[in-house]
């Protein structure tokens, strides 16, 4: 079974930063193309970023307000996915979902990790 | 990148009745060299994360009951539950997967009358 699970959220104040994790199990990840996908409170879904596999080249993409501000990378020996995020903003408060790519569709969700950043 | 507006912004249906959401694109998203629609609709509960239904903008995913269907091509598309049931109460959104940045629509809150 597939199984996905965020951690690292917390409140932080603007400006500073935070590492997010998502440990993946059931899959083979280092296969996997791999997306940040975040909900602000009471708000809709907003895509943040993908990376491919090392065999896709192991790139990244990112939505036009976190680039620049936001990294994200993957251990395929700990078949770990990482959100680093940098100088953030009151507006990145959000709830941060992990989801696989699977023929371009975001399958599988972990439950996600809150964000605030608040003064 | 490409816009995704969704209508109604809110719905409420009676038990057993129809439900219909509507979803537009700012541009096609139909892939002509495939002739594919790379439009999917996820169903969003209360303190969930999203779960997708329909990819392709019509083919059900594996699990799905049938009441909810989606039809549509280009740049207009509709997802229809064609008898709602008490557990479908939800915020359902469309995203196209056609290009970089995947974008959602706002989403439509299902709700039952």
């Known amino acids: 079974e597939v199984h996905l699970v965020e951690s690292g959220g917390g409140l932080v104040k603007p400006g500073e930063s935070l590492r997010v994790s998502c440990a993946v199990s059931?899959?083979?990840?280092?296969?996997?193309?791999m997306n940040w996908v975040r909900q602000a409170p009471g708000k809709g879904l907003e895509w943040v970023g993908r990376i491919r596999s090392k065999s896709g080249g192991g790139t990244t993409d990112y939505a036009a307000p976190v680039k620049g501000r936001f990294t994200i990378s993957r251990d395929d020996s700990k078949d770990t996915l990482y959100l680093q995020m940098i100088s953030l903003k009151t507006e990145d408060t959000a709830v941060y979902y992990c989801?696989?790519?699977?023929?371009?569709?975001?399958?599988?969700w972990g439950p996600g990790t809150l964000v605030t950043v608040s003064s | 990148d490409i816009v995704m507006t969704q209508s109604p912004d809110s719905l409420a249906v009676s038990l057993g009745e129809r439900a219909t959401i509507n979803c537009r694109s700012s541009q096609t998203i139909l892939y002509s060299s495939n002739n594919k629609n790379y439009l999917a609709w996820y169903q969003q509960k209360p303190g969930q994360p999203p779960k997708v239904l329909i990819s392709w903008a019509s083919t059900r995913e594996s699990g799905v009951p049938d009441r909810f269907s989606g039809s549509g091509s280009g740049t207009d598309f509709t997802l229809t539950i064609s008898s709602l049931q008490a557990e479908d109460v939800a915020v359902y959104y469309c995203q196209q997967y056609y290009s970089i940045p995947r974008t959602f629509g706002q989403g439509t809150k299902l709700e039952i009358k």
């Open positions: 989801t696989t790519d699977s023929d371009f569709l975001f399958q599988h």
């Open positions: 059931g899959f083979t990840f280092k296969d996997a193309w």
